[in-house]
């Protein structure tokens, strides 16, 4: 039988979802990011998307990396500040496709749903990005 996760009101801050749990992506690059695993890339059935839920304290960040497949990114509260100099709030849907370079950050903090068709590879920028968790100027 195959399993079912619900989670009730996503929207709420990511702070105030303590029902789930939480750990934090110790990864080198990455910075303060906590995640939820939705689902995980599973090599004996050979699934190669994941799902996670990601919280973003204030001036958290991930690494730079590139996608191999498709990234779909759903803000669920917050602010999410893209490498690129793009910043996305609440509601915000971003889709990147196979071959994007990112690191995402949040200046003021953030929840987000990142669904990945394929892994992520990292990479070092090979232009200037915008800085980790720098605010947008108003």
Request: glycine share 10%; net charge negative.
């Amino acid at each position: 039988m195959a399993e079912i996760e619900f989670i009730q009101n996503v929207f709420r801050s990511g702070f105030d979802l303590t029902d789930i749990e939480w750990t934090t992506w110790a990864e080198p690059g990455r910075a303060g990011v906590e995640h939820h695993v939705l689902w995980a890339p599973n090599a004996e059935t050979g699934e190669e998307s994941v799902g996670l839920l990601l919280r973003f304290p204030p001036t958290a960040h991930g690494d730079f990396h590139e996608h191999l497949g498709y990234e779909l990114m759903l803000v669920l509260d917050g602010q999410l500040d893209h490498s690129d100099g793009d910043s996305y709030v609440k509601g915000d849907l971003i889709v990147e496709g196979p071959g994007t370079q990112h690191q995402m950050s949040s200046a003021s903090g953030c929840t987000v749903l990142a669904i990945r068709t394929r892994p992520a590879s990292p990479r070092t920028p090979q232009h200037p990005i915008r800085p980790v968790a720098a605010a947008v100027a108003s």
